[in-house]
């Protein structure tokens, strides 16, 4: 039997875990050269055209996207609900990308990038307030 670790709420094998922590990684690197992929775009280009340069590069993935959920789970849905979390999340992204990328055009990467950072905080305080969730200081 392989051995359980407790992650919050959830008990998880530790392979799962390798395998989480691994994605956490992952996800950690990507967002660390993507700043650094932003302010070197913003040094050749002004701020509207990044943003712009980025969301037309982003429709690519709309199809890629459904060729793999079609392939990996055949016959799924999106329930409505999901239509107006997705729409929020979508108007919430793009404001929070158009002042990232202004306040990225006026100072230093290591800045903004800190600075920002901290919305994970922002997060943990919603989810208590909004969805009941509890506070874990450990995390």
């Known amino acids: 039997m392989q051995p359980v670790t407790s992650l919050g709420a959830f008990d ?13 990684v992952t996800c950690l690197i990507c967002w660390g050269v993507w700043g650094i992929f932003d302010k070197k775009a913003l040094a050749k280009a002004s701020e509207r055209d990044v943003f712009l340069a980025m969301v037309l590069l982003e429709l690519p993935q709309v199809p890629i996207v ?14 409505p609900q999901l239509w ?17 990328l202004a306040a990225l055009s006026r100072t230093e990467a290591s800045y903004v990038l800190g600075f920002t950072a901290g919305y994970p905080l ?9 969805l009941g969730e509890s506070l874990v200081m450990s995390r």
């Open 12 to 24: 998880i094998g530790l392979s799962a875990l390798v395998g989480l922590n691994a994605l956490v």
């Open 66 to 79: 459904f060729l793999i959920l079609n392939h990996s789970f055949p016959g799924w849905t999106v329930s």
């Open 84 to 100: 107006l979390f997705g729409a929020l999340s979508a108007v919430l992204y793009s404001v929070s990308m158009a002042s990232y």
């Open 122 to 130: 922002v997060t943990q305080i919603l989810a208590v307030a909004i």
